[in-house]
């Protein structure tokens, strides 16, 4: 058995790391408290959908948190946003000719009807 697969296998350490910001696929990420009072923000994300089909859907939302899980051995960690998402079918507008999107602040959906962690690498 792969050494690495068997140290994943024990679970993540009981410390775990919290950053306020955060540099991956090309873009980055700041958590909405931290940047509040910046000039630019940097909270916004859209995750793809997984499985794209006849009704393709990303989803928008605001970053709350970074963590940064740690497993045993080297390199082995694992980093998760907290995210705000909103509804998508409620409001959001998309410019086409410039790629903007618009998105309803007040169509959140319910931390109940989705879950509110995503892998970092999945983050645009």
């Not at 709350?64 to 998760?80: A, D, K, P, Q, S």
């Not at 410019?95 to 007040?106: A, E, M, S």
Request: proline content about 1%.
């Amino acid at each position: 058995m792969d050494n690495r697969l068997v140290q994943l296998a024990q679970g993540p350490s009981h410390t775990v790391q919290i950053y306020r910001g955060y540099f991956i696929n090309g873009y980055k990420f700041i958590s909405q408290k931290y940047g509040s009072h910046l000039k630019t923000m940097n909270s916004g994300i859209c995750v793809k959908d997984s499985c794209y089909n006849d009704h393709e859907r990303d989803y928008y939302g605001t970053l709350t948190e970074i963590i940064e899980f740690e497993y045993l051995g080297r390199r082995n960690n694992m980093v998760l946003f907290r995210c705000d998402l909103y509804d998508t079918e409620k409001g959001t507008k998309i410019d086409l000719y410039y790629g903007l999107v618009d998105v309803n602040h007040q169509s959140r959906l319910k931390s109940s009807s989705y879950e509110s962690f995503i892998l970092a690498q999945q983050a645009t």
